[in-house]
């Protein structure tokens, strides 16, 4: 009789147990990727190179899935319930990527996470990838430095810094999504101008 009594006591405790949790319940988290590449295949000769695109460094606070904001002065923060689909330096890096072998300038374009040989490395250091609220209102800012480098030597050829910013069309994570996305593009046409008339000048001089 006391097993049975215990046994019913126990099913009773477990059953008010299932309806309720000693963890709070995880707020549903909204992930978004960067916007892919706007940009459409160039008519100029296609370079007799092989580029390949490093992910670049950057800060603890960049090197993350949150979208950082900088509210104000120094204080960094983030869109709270979205994320990125990946961290800020892989998501650029991606981007670059995929303009690059959108434009086909290049005989091949490669990540290195790729084995794959390369004449050319572009590396970089992501300085600033946050929406900065300024007196025109908010704004999506990349700051990154870039150096082209000979892949075999690993010397570098040239650096150089670009620095994007683009409106947002609001104030909610959706709107910094779009803006960052335009600005990767805005980024991208830089970086491949930069990169087809560096890497020109250098098989001239071969």
Not at 23 to 46: C, H, I, M, N
Not at 47 to 74: E, H, K, M
Not at 174 to 182: I, P, R
Request: aromatic content about 6%; overall charge neutral; proline content about 5%.
């Amino acid at each position: 009789m006391k097993v049975l009594i215990r046994m019913s006591a126990g099913l009773l405790l477990a059953a008010s147990l299932a309806g309720c949790s000693l963890l709070p319940e995880a707020r549903p988290v909204d992930v978004y990727r960067l916007p892919a590449s706007g940009l459409s295949a160039v008519s100029s000769p296609a370079l007799a190179s092989a580029l390949r695109v490093a992910r670049p460094q950057t800060s603890q606070a960049l090197d993350s899935n949150r979208i950082a904001v900088v509210p104000q002065g120094d204080l960094l923060s983030s869109y709270q319930g979205v994320r990125w689909s990946s961290p800020a330096p892989a998501l650029l890096r991606d981007h670059l990527l995929d303009a690059l072998q959108r434009e086909g300038r290049w005989r091949a374009v490669v990540s290195d996470e790729s084995h794959l040989y390369a004449d050319w490395l572009l590396e970089g250091d992501l300085r600033e990838f946050q929406v900065e609220y300024l007196e025109g209102g908010p704004q999506a800012r990349i700051l990154i430095d870039l150096h082209l480098a000979d892949a075999a030597s690993q010397r570098v050829r040239a650096s150089r810094r670009f620095a994007i910013s683009q409106p947002l069309a609001g104030e909610q994570a959706a709107a910094a999504v779009s803006a960052f996305g335009l600005a990767a593009d805005v980024l991208a046409r830089q970086v491949s101008a930069w990169l087809a008339e560096q890497s020109a000048a250098a098989e001239v001089s071969r």
